[in-house]
């Protein structure tokens, strides 16, 4: 396991400073969520801004993942919108425009995953249309990837189409790729009370690209710091040294950039007595 933290916590930095400060701190892995000012895949310096990036990573000897969960990146009035399940065919398109930019960023800094969600419908269409208009639209984000050599790492999230393990095995079962694997969400498990974690790390452990770590609180979706919540990190930390996993452990404190640095900090100092030595 790697530890490694998420730059949607530090949108009050530039990304370089973001990449420095956790480097210092002593995380080995950054997972950048592309966003205005952290590496926009529509900027017109975006092949310069990738490549001063992938040279301060690697000077750093940090392990990189792309985050697409930017909030207002393609919508400056809907969070997180269009989606992959948008009603609009040509909304549909921007998303997964937004998507194979995404994998192409990831390998001009040469990372290795690209992680993803559903979003949300914005028509009332059943669950099984909305899934068979997803995995259309990531026929296309599959192919990119593919070509690219980028792993799609996909995750659940509460609110959205695709939000508990069940649902992800059922798309999971329709997609026929190697690259298409899994970012679960520990927090997410959690707050959902869906299912037993450990039977979820060992029947996924061989397509776990990506793993989100917070704290949480049953019914409430909210990162919290460690500690505030009722997740027990100890018996979390041995269930993936159990499953062997040997990827990056990305803290998601998404709503801690006023602080973001003692914050990431702090995060690391918690871990590193739990982390198997």
Same mark, same amino acid.
């Given at each position: 396991? =790697? ?24 995380? =080995? ?33 940090? %392990? ?11 919508? &400056? ?12 065919? @040509? ?32 028509? %009332? ?15 296309? @984000? ?89 997740? =027990? ?14 990827? &990056?452990?990305? @803290? ?20 590193? %007595?739990?982390?198997? =030595?």
């Amino acid at each position: 396991m =790697k530890p490694g933290y998420i730059t949607n916590g530090f949108t009050n930095h530039t990304l370089e400073d973001a990449i420095r400060i956790l480097a210092d701190i002593g995380y =080995k892995s950054v997972a950048i969520t592309l966003d205005h000012h952290h590496l926009n895949p529509f900027a017109e310096t975006i092949l310069d801004d990738a490549s001063r990036i992938r040279h301060l990573l690697d000077s750093h000897g940090l %392990d990189r993942t792309i985050e697409t969960g930017a909030r207002f990146l393609l919508d &400056p009035r809907r969070k997180h919108f269009p989606t992959l399940v948008s009603a609009n065919p @040509v909304d549909r398109q921007r998303r997964i425009d937004f998507f194979i930019a995404s994998i192409d960023v990831a390998a001009a800094i040469n990372a290795d995953t690209v992680s993803f969600w559903s979003g949300q419908t914005d028509d %009332d269409t059943p669950f099984e249309q909305a899934l068979d208009r997803l995995v259309d639209s990531i026929t296309d @984000v599959i192919t990119h990837a593919t070509r690219r050599n980028i792993r799609l790492a996909f995750e659940p999230e509460p609110g959205m189409l695709i939000e508990t393990m069940a649902q992800y095995e059922e798309l999971a079962d329709r997609i026929d790729a190697p690259c298409f694997g899994l970012t679960l969400d520990i927090g997410h498990v959690h707050c959902l009370s869906d299912g037993d974690l450990f039977k979820h790390l060992q029947r996924w452990r061989d397509r776990i690209y990506n793993i989100h770590l917070e704290d949480m609180n049953k019914g409430v979706h909210e990162h919290l710091f460690f500690g505030q919540g009722q997740i =027990k990190f100890a018996e979390v930390i041995h269930m993936l040294t159990a499953i062997d996993y040997q990827g &990056p452990v990305h @803290v998601e404190l998404s709503r801690h950039s006023h602080d973001a640095p003692n914050v990431a900090k702090r995060a690391h100092e918690f871990l590193s %007595d739990l982390w198997p =030595k």
